[in-house]
């Protein structure tokens, strides 16, 4: 494995655990926080359309089994790498979204129970990891479906068309329309 793919391994996980350390002790975030039920509610949306855009997206690529791109990964077993990613960001949107429903009743106490510091950074820290995740995923995804039809394995051919000749068969095949 490259030190870059490692990189793009490791990213989500590297970033939230320094969320959940900065968090826990300058404590940034806090349940008391004015305007943090908008901000769940916010969460709560990301997480869904989030997960609803990655199912589109692995639609996609289901329908590319057979193109130039997906060959090219699957020589190389990348397909298995973006596989794990897809896996990683779903599910780490969908406990987000859940733990986000439950920071919901949360804020909603008059009390603040006990380890709520801890909770709150736990919570902050799956928020930085989704957000990385999701856009590493999405990110892969994307240049996977734009590049579905990567030309570079056909062979170089010696052939050549001069701009008259490209123009002729432009007019013709508009003719046929």
Not at 14 to 25: E, V
Request: proline fraction near 3%; charged fraction near 20%; aromatic fraction near 10%.
């Amino acid at each position: 494995m490259k030190k870059i793919d490692k990189l793009y391994l490791f990213l989500p996980l590297i970033f939230g655990t320094s969320c959940i350390y900065l968090n826990f002790k300058y404590t940034v975030v806090t349940i008391g926080l004015p305007g943090l039920d908008n901000i769940i509610e916010s969460i709560i949306n990301y997480t869904s359309i989030i997960i609803g855009v990655l199912i589109a997206l692995f639609g996609i690529v289901v329908t590319l089994t057979d193109k130039d791109i997906m060959l090219k990964l699957q020589k190389n077993n990348d397909d298995k790498t973006i596989f794990k990613y897809g896996v990683e960001t779903l599910v780490s949107n969908f406990l987000l979204l859940v733990s986000s429903i439950v920071m919901q009743s949360l804020v909603a106490f008059s009390t603040p129970l006990p380890h709520m510091k801890l909770v709150v950074s736990l919570w902050l820290g799956a928020i930085v990891f989704s957000l990385i995740s999701s856009v590493r995923t999405v990110y892969f995804l994307l240049m996977i479906s734009f590049h579905q039809n990567d030309n570079s394995t056909r062979p170089k051919t010696d052939f050549t068309i001069s701009d008259t000749d490209r123009q002729e068969l432009r007019e013709r095949k508009s003719q046929r329309k």
